[in-house]
């Protein structure tokens, strides 16, 4: 899905992530409502930020980029809405890893 520029630039080592859609269904057809649904921790890289900076201030880069698919923990990231789209703001370091295309 192309997206004009995004409107938000994390900083340092923090990402923006959109999350991936959850089925509204289960596969025997019964609706899940919204309220019973659980958050998925799979999503695409919009922005990243500059780069982590360590105790010496040396810059190290991010190991994502964005269009990148990843897989991050549970409990990560603060959510924002950014012109109506809901996305979360997350460290690098809450990122588990990177889904190979």
Partial sequence: MAKKNLAFRPLHDRVVVR????AEKTS???IIPDTAQEK???GEILAVGTG???DNGDVRPLAVKPGDKVI???WAG???TID???LMVMKES???GIIAA
């Fill in 84 to 86: 109506g789209e809901e």
């Fill in 78 to 80: 603060t959510e924002i």
């Fill in 40 to 42: 998925p921790q799979e």
């Fill in 28 to 30: 025997g057809g019964i």
């Fill in 72 to 74: 991050y923990s549970k």
């Fill in 19 to 22: 999350r991936k859609k959850e």
């Fill in 52 to 54: 982590y900076v360590n």
């Fill in 94 to 96: 809450d990122i588990i």
